[in-house]
């Protein structure tokens, strides 16, 4: 009999736990809308980007030649590649 009551009363904290949560999700705010921000860029873009900065190297610098290549990224091509690689640049801190 002492079990059958303390599992009721177990059930009933629970319950009132729960109830007493559930108003606190009205108060959440939206989620944040993420950015649509989308940058594509040519070979061209590139290069007129370096001469317009001050400093070295002077003139375009790209000794693997990345921004010529095409990753399988389907129809979108060059400019793809370049916006990837402008991305991973950006966000592991090189640029």
């Not at 950015?35 to 590139?46: A, F, Q, R």
């Not at 002077?58 to 991305?87: C, K, S, V």
């Amino acid at each position: 009999q002492v079990s059958a009551i303390s599992a009721a009363q177990s059930t009933m904290n629970a319950l009132v736990v729960a109830l007493a949560l559930a108003p606190a999700a009205a108060f959440v705010g939206p989620a944040p809308a993420a950015p649509s921000t989308v940058m594509k860029e040519s070979l061209g873009d590139l290069k007129a980007l370096q001469k317009s900065l001050p400093g070295p190297p002077n003139d375009y610098f790209d000794p693997l030649n990345l921004a010529t290549m095409t990753f399988d990224w389907g129809p979108q091509g060059e400019e793809a590649t370049i916006g990837w690689l402008r991305h991973s640049e950006i966000k592991h801190g090189r640029v």
